[in-house]
Every structure is written in structure tokens, then in C-alpha cells.
């Protein structure tokens, strides 16, 4: 089924009766070339490009409950190509071309709206490292500008400017960052690689790798054995415990990070807005709701749900930001499971087990780097190299030390990055 105007107009007139599913359900066949392990964003946008951009149709993603239903539907959909280190900037850089033409590419309103994100600073330390951050955005190829406080005044007059403990400076502004709708670009992945031939299979969940002399032969299932030449693990949050059905120890830390959105609101914030001080940021949506979230619940865990002392903190940070949020009401809050690395970087890589491939450690990020991520991880699937922009991605890192990206250079703490 392909969207138009003219579609949109021809269903409103007659009853909307002739949209049909956006895919189709399909029962497990026995044996694929290829299988990916979790039908969240990367799972499905890695389907999508093995499909488009390699030819490749005979592909199953197995999803342990419906697509869409983990963190790809649960994050703050904020979309930036910000980075600072090499191995990141051109891999965000990627990401961020790839979203440029995405509603195109999938026939698909993904909702892409690139309002600018503001990264606010609030000491004469924090202005220094945004400088030196947008002059490696611009030598990376992409936007930064640096904004005085008396500019940002005028674009977003209900700060709180003059907070004795955090005085605004100014900000470092991305236009071209902003938000897309979360679910709507898993739904135009799936639909798009449905399109293509790939089975996308729901309640499958994966309960073994089966693997015969250093090979894998395929996956175990609570819907039977699937036999496949290649099998991806693209699992997110929980990435430790597929990747130790296969004998692996990753070092990835799972951890709770909350969100939250209010009542609908008249439009009252234009930008995506994040707080130097404390971690905080706000967006609102379409509908109106202001969409914000702060800090992980900063201990390990697989459950997605939130606690209440991190409610408390993600409130105090939005009242020290913009007291006049303390007016709007909270509708809910839920909770996703984040696959934490040591660096705060994440893997593309093969394993050490031939047709074993990972893809994980995307902390805060992953929502926008399901293009890119997708778009390389199929490039190493298909091809068995990696894709120049994903090049540094690289899992022996964590051993040798080497080529170690630390944005936020606050060492092997998975929970700080
Ligand atoms: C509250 C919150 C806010 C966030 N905000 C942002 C943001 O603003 N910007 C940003 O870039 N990123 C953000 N993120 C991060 C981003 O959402 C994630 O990094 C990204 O979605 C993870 O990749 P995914 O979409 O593939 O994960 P998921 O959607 O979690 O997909 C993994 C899938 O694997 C499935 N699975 C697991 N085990 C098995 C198994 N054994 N068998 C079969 N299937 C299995 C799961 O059911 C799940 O559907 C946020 C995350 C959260 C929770």
C-alpha cells in the first residue's frame, strides 16, 4: 500500500475502507539466509537496507512481542548530529543525510521536523567546549552555530536567564537537528521491508543461538528451531542476555531511563531545548504535549518502569530551566531499558563466531542512529566489511583499550555517559 494525497483524500471520502495492514504476518519458514533478532528501530532499518541496498529478500526479524514495542517507542525522538569524536561525528553525520531524505525513501510520514535543538551553557567552562564542539560539527561537514544569551533571549524568552545557580550564556544551536515520530519510523522500516520480501515476525522470541564449530547454524524459538546461513543480534536493552546464548559476555550495562510527557498545550516551545546543567531536555510534540526526560535511574536493571526518585529530579531540573512548566500537568512517565556501554559509544561488529553479528551499546542515542546504524550494520552483513562511517565501531575495543570513544569523557562508568 503506497500513501498520496490523493489516497488520503480518495479513503476520507469513502469511508476509509480500503487501507489495508502495513504488513503482512507471516508464519516462520524453516531456514533463512538471514535472521535478525529484534524488531525494534535498528532491527528493522538493518532489514529494510540488507533488502533495498543488497538485493537480499530471504530475511526473517523476530520479534519477542510487537514491533515497535521497545525502546523505538519509548524515546524523547529527539534526532541530532552533534558529536564531537572521530568514529561518532561521521557516523551522526551519516544518520542525520539518511533522515534528511527518510519520508521520501519510505513513502512514509515519519513526522520529521528539524526545529534545531539548543544545547544551553552556563559558565564560561561550558561555553569553551560548545565552541570547540561546533567547530568539529563544522568540520565534520555539518550546522553549529554559537548563540549569545541576548540572541537566545529573543528565540526562547521563558528561560529562566538569570537562576543564580545556573545563569544561561548562551547555546550551541543545530537547526537542522530536531524530532521525528518515534513508532511512525518503525512502522515506515517494517512496511518498507515488508515491501521488499523480508518476513517480520511478532510474538518469536529467541531463546537460544545454535552454533557448531565456531558457526552459527541458526536460532532456537518459542515457535521451533529457524535454521540461517547469518544471525543478528539487535536486541538493545537486552543484548547481554542474547549475546550469552551464544557464549558471550558483552560489556554493556542495562539500564532504566525514564520519559514524560504533559497535557496538551498550545505551541509554546519551538526548539528541542537541553539544559547544561544536570541532564535535561524538553520538546513538544505535535499533538502538544511537551515531551521531556533527564537522567537513568542509575542502577542495573531489565525492568521498564521508572522510579519515583528520579521523577523528583527530572522535575527540579525542568523547574530550574523554565519555572513556568510547574504549570502544565504530567499525563505519564514509562520507562525503556538502555543498552549502556563502557565508552557511551556503541558496537557494529562481527564476532568472534562466523555468521555472528552485533549490534548494540547505544546508551541515550539509538533512536537517532536507527538509519545509519541500519544502513551499516546491513553493509557488514552483507558484505563482511564495515561501512566507512561505522568503522570504529569496533567490539575488541573494550579489550585492547584502542580506539576507546568517550564523549563525555567520564571513563568506564556505563551509567555517567
Ligand atoms: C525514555 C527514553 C528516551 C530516549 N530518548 C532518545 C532520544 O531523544 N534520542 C535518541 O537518539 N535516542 C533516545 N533513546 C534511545 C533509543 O530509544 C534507543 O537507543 C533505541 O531505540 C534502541 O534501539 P532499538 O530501537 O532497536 O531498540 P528496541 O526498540 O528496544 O528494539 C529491540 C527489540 O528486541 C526485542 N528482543 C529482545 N530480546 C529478544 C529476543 N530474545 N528475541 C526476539 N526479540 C527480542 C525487543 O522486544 C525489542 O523490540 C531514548 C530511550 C528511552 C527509553
Redesign the pocket.
Known amino acids: 500500500m503506497q500513501f498520496s494525497g490523493w489516497r488520503v483524500l480518495k479513503e476520507g471520502l469513502t469511508g476509509n475502507k480500503g487501507w489495508t495492514p502495513h504488513w503482512r504476518d507471516p508464519q516462520p519458514k524453516s531456514e533463512y539466509d538471514i535472521i535478525i533478532?529484534?524488531?525494534?528501530?535498528?532491527?528493522?532499518s538493518t532489514a529494510y537496507y540488507l533488502a533495498k541496498e543488497h538485493g537480499l529478500r530471504n530475511i526473517a526479524v523476530?520479534?519477542?512481542?510487537?514491533?515497535?514495542?521497545?525502546?523505538?517507542?519509548?524515546?524523547?525522538?529527539?534526532?541530532?548530529a552533534n558529536y564531537f569524536l572521530p568514529g561518532n561525528s561521521e557516523f551522526y553525520s551519516h544518520t542525520l543525510k539518511l533522515w534528511e531524505g527518510l519520508e521520501e525513501e519510505l513513502n512514509y510520514n515519519v513526522m520529521m521536523s528539524q526545529r534545531g535543538q539548543i544545547a544551553l551553557f552556563h559558565s564560561d567552562a561550558q561555553r569553551d567546549a560548545a565552541a570547540r564542539r561546533g567547530n568539529a560539527i563544522i568540520n565534520q561537514g555539518d550546522d553549529a552555530e554559537m548563540l549569545s544569551v541576548e540572541k537566545l533571549r529573543q528565540m526562547v524568552p521563558f528561560l529562566n536567564y538569570d537562576n543564580a545557580r545556573f545563569p544561561i550564556y548562551g547555546a550551541l544551536l543545530q537547526r537542522r537537528a530536531g524530532?521525528a515520530r518515534?513508532d511512525a519510523v518503525?512502522w515506515g522500516y517494517a512496511r518498507g521491508a515488508d515491501q521488499l520480501g523480508v518476513d517480520l515476525i511478532q510474538n518469536?522470541?529467541?531463546?537460544g543461538i545454535d552454533i557448531e564449530g565456531g558457526e552459527v547454524k541458526g536460532v532456537q524459538?518459542v515457535r521451533g528451531a529457524i535454521r540461517a546461513k547469518k544471525v543478528a543480534i539487535?536486541?538493545?536493552?537486552?543484548s547481554s542476555?542474547?549475546a550469552a546464548?551464544a557464549g558471550m559476555r558483552l560489556p554493556i550495562e542495562s539500564h532504566?531511563?525514564?520519559?514524560f510527557v504533559t497535557e496538551g498545550l498550545k505551541p509554546c516551545i519551538d526548539h528541542v531545548i537541553s539544559f547544561g546543567m544536570g541532564h535535561f531536555?524538553i520538546s513538544q510534540s505535535d499533538k502538544g504535549g511537551l515531551v521531556f526526560?533527564g537522567d537513568l535511574d542509575m542502577y542495573a536493571s531489565y525492568a521498564a518502569r521508572g522510579n519515583l526518585p528520579i521523577i523528583e529530579h527530572v522535575m527540579e531540573a525542568g523547574m530550574a530551566l523554565m519555572p513556568r512548566i510547574g504549570k502544565a500537568r504530567v499525563l505519564r512517565s514509562?520507562?525503556?531499558?538502555?543498552?549502556m556501554s563502557p565508552d557511551g559509544s556503541p558496537v557494529i561488529d562481527k564476532t568472534h563466531i562466523d555468521g555472528l553479528y552485533l549490534n548494540c551499546g547505544?546508551?541515550?542515542?539509538?533512536?537517532?542512529?536507527?538509519p545509519a546504524?541500519g544502513n551499516c550494520f546491513a553493509h557488514l552483513i552483507a558484505t563482511d566489511r564495515p561501512h566507512d562511517a561505522a568503522a570504529k565501531f569496533r567490539l575488541d575495543r573494550f579489550a585492547t583499550g584502542r580506539g576507546i570513544m568517550d564523549e563525555e569523557g567520564t571513563g568506564a562508568q556505563h551509567n555517567l555517559h
Open positions: 533478532i529484534g524488531g525494534g528501530g535498528h532491527g528493522l523476530l520479534e519477542k512481542g510487537y514491533l515497535g514495542g521497545g525502546n523505538i517507542g519509548r524515546n524523547t525522538t529527539i534526532v541530532r524530532t518515534h518503525a518469536c522470541e529467541v531463546t524459538t539487535v536486541v538493545a536493552g537486552r542476555l542474547v546464548m532504566v531511563l525514564q520519559a531536555y526526560g514509562w520507562g525503556g531499558i538502555m543498552d547505544w546508551n541515550y542515542g539509538g533512536f537517532k542512529a536507527v546504524s
